[in-house]
């Protein structure tokens, strides 16, 4: 075995230890990744292609009654790509490299005498798994109606005509969410605030508010709540104006919870600090207490935002107007009148496209905070 | 026992008052009961140390001293105004007693200068460059002008209890209490804080001092109170204390700690 260069350097970054790589575990490595990109990429290149290419439709296609669908050409296309030989082939390659990549990788990661080598190895096999489970899964999918799933769920020939309407839908879930989060943090702070009293009677109707907000259906508040605010009190404004009411009402109860933890969670030795310098209850928990809590409090908040956003599709509850819709409501709307879910599929990606990037976010702000560094500098 | 009908005139010559008198304090956590009936006056420049074994109750003590533990018997007078009477302003009080913390306790969000001003700002109402030259001064006297822009989380341990201790004596108190402030120091970094309050002793500041440094005891303390299990075992003079304790107590606790 060949002595591992480690050259000691006198550097900031620490040098490099994983040692030399060889033909076994590369090779392992390189037919995992081969299996994945061949099921994954492969099929996705296909598709693809056939979209280029134009698809056209089939005697098969006409016989399932496709050219009497509204873009029934593209559904051909992806059902007949799907059946290709060329797809079999994919997914027997796949299939065939990812399981010698399987049994090379956990036969042999033991013997392997570098770290290097054992990690091509370990990751090797595991990409293998994942390039067979997919294949199969794609073989035994094609056994089914695909038919069926690609006229219902992937027919984009509907959609056509709607982009305008999906835009504005995802402006209006937004400004649902958005105006839902802004209230309910106002909401919870106040909540907060007095559901840490020391005396019931303060304490006592904040625990009612959030109890029952959180104890009944979101979608149920919806529907009650537009019902009492027209003819309880007489009030007329307009539905959507009502929903993010009662999104602000909901995601209040919530935001207490999360602040009254985060409130909680300030060491007792700040407020005592805090009211030894002569600071009143409400000047400690302004100056010591709430700056540190919100602190701590956004990557939960954020939590419960990405949470509002995917509940705002309740609002399809509510009688909204046509430029109301929300994406949901747009596409229930869609595929009332065209009889198929593809709208549904549109608005779930919609939905991806706004959460995703949020996701991100928390969790990048959640592993500045677990590092110690969010705002000032040292704190624990 | 007497109810005075204002708590801001005691009976008895307010001249001959001391700074703080402690009435009969007793303390119970739920059926704990801390503080078994606790007397003691200070007069001005008293440096009153209070050592004891650990559960004795001799933090409780000395907290209940600014009421940010409530008696739950007994009375605390300071000048002369009753702390424990409800009508009294324990915010206005608590300005003039300064306080500080085995855990230092300081605010980690805003700088070391912030620390200081803030309550002479939002609680005295000292303008904002009067605020600042006041902590300046008393950032200089700590030893710590040149961390003024530093987080708490920057500084050592030693130096985060001094800036606790400007914080306490920028709001120039009549009174400052200490509680065990150099038990959570490296042994390197509590010389450093023992030097501030030997000084601050030296300029004649009334301080009771809750601790486990004996040497600093017998040097700078005036008075000393050995407590135990809630109750006074004995009191007097530091040296004395030391060279001759009367108690069985105190002479086994002197044996351990020496």
Redesign the interface.
């Known amino acids: 075995m060949a002595a591992v260069e480690v050259a000691v350097r006198d550097e900031e970054r620490a040098p490099d230890v994983r040692g030399p790589t060889a033909p076994l575990p590369a090779t392992t490595l390189g037919l995992g990744i081969a299996s994945i990109v061949a099921i994954l990429g492969g099929t996705l290149a296909l598709q693809l292609n056939t979209v280029l290419t134009g698809a056209e439709l089939t005697p098969a296609c006409v016989e399932l009654g496709f050219d009497e669908v509204t873009g029934g050409t593209g559904v051909c296309g992806i059902v007949e790509t799907l059946g290709s030989d060329a797809q079999t082939f994919l997914a027997i390659l796949a299939i065939v490299t990812g399981t010698v990549a399987m049994v090379l990788g956990f036969g042999w990661f033991r013997r392997m005498d570098s770290i290097r080598k054992r990690e091509q190895c370990i990751t090797g096999g595991v990409i293998g798994i994942q390039g067979v489970a997919l294949s199969l899964l794609l073989l035994w999918f094609r056994e089914g109606r695909p038919d069926l799933i690609a006229k219902n769920f992937l027919n984009w020939g509907v959609l056509e005509g709607y982009g305008y309407q999906f835009l504005r839908a995802a402006r209006n879930t937004l400004i649902l969410a958005i105006g839902g989060e802004l209230g309910g943090i106002v909401i919870g702070l106040v909540l907060a605030v007095l559901v840490i009293s020391k005396r019931r009677a303060v304490r006592s109707p904040a625990r009612v508010y959030i109890n029952f907000f959180r104890g009944t259906p979101l979608i149920w508040q919806l529907g009650a709540g537009g019902l009492l605010l027209t003819f309880g009190f007489n009030a007329s404004i307009s539905p959507f104006a009502v929903a993010i009411l009662i999104f602000s009402l909901n995601t209040g109860a919530y935001a207490a919870e999360v602040f009254r933890a985060g409130i909680q969670s300030i ?1 007792r ?2 407020v ?9 209850y409400g ?1 400690s928990l302004r ?2 207490i709430v ?2 809590a919100v ?1 701590r409090v956004i990557p939960p908040l954020m939590n419960e935002f990405v949470i509002l956003i995917k509940d705002t599709a309740l609002v399809v509850v509510v009688g909204l107007l046509v430029e109301q819709y929300d994406l949901f409501t747009l596409a229930r709307s869609g595929q009332a009148t065209t009889f198929n879910a593809t709208f549904f599929t549109a608005a779930a990606l919609g939905y991806l496209v706004i959460t995703l990037p949020l996701i991100w976010l928390v969790n990048r702000v959640e592993r500045r905070l677990r590092s110690g560094l969010v ?6 | 026992m007497t109810f005075p009908s204002d708590p801001k005139a005691p009976p008895g010559d307010l001249e001959d008052e001391p700074l703080i008198r402690l009435e009969g304090i007793h303390k119970w956590f739920g059926d704990l009961h801390v503080l078994r009936g606790i007397d003691l006056t200070l007069a001005q420049r008293d440096v009153q140390v209070v050592i004891g074994p650990s559960g004795s109750g001799k933090s409780t003590l000395l907290r209940c001293v ?1 009421l ?1 533990e409530r008696p739950t018997l007994g009375k605390v007078w300071f000048e002369g105004q009753d702390l424990t009477d409800i009508r009294t302003d324990l ?2 009080a ?2 003039h ?3 500080v ?1 085995q ?1 230092f ?6 700088t070391v200068m912030r620390n200081v001003t ?2 002479l700002e ?3 109402k000292v303008s904002g460059n009067d605020a600042t030259e006041r902590a300046w001064e008393q950032l200089v006297r700590v030893g710590l002008g040149t961390k003024a822009e530093a ?4 500084l050592s341990g030693g130096q985060q209890q001094r800036v ?1 201790i400007a ?2 004596l920028a ?1 120039r108190p009549r009174l400052m209490l200490f509680d065990e402030v150099t038990s959570a120091l490296d042994p390197e970094l509590v010389g450093e804080v023992l030097e501030v309050m030997i000084r601050l002793a030296g300029d004649g500041m009334t301080m009771m001092v809750v601790t486990h440094e004996m040497g600093f005891a017998r040097e700078v303390g005036t008075r000393m109170l050995f407590i135990d299990e809630g109750r006074v075992v004995e009191q007097g003079e530091p040296r004395e204390m030391y060279r001759a304790p009367q108690s069985p107590r105190l002479r086994e606790f002197l044996g351990k700690v020496l």
């Open positions: 060491e030795g700040q005592e600090a805090a009211r030894s310098l002569g600071m009143t000047q100056y010591a700056p540190q602190r705002g000032f500098v040292g704190a624990q | 600014n940010l915010n206005e608590r300005n007693i300064g306080i913390f855990a306790n300081l605010f980690p969000h805003l803030i309550a939002k609680v005295l987080y708490p989380g920057q606790a914080r306490a709001m």
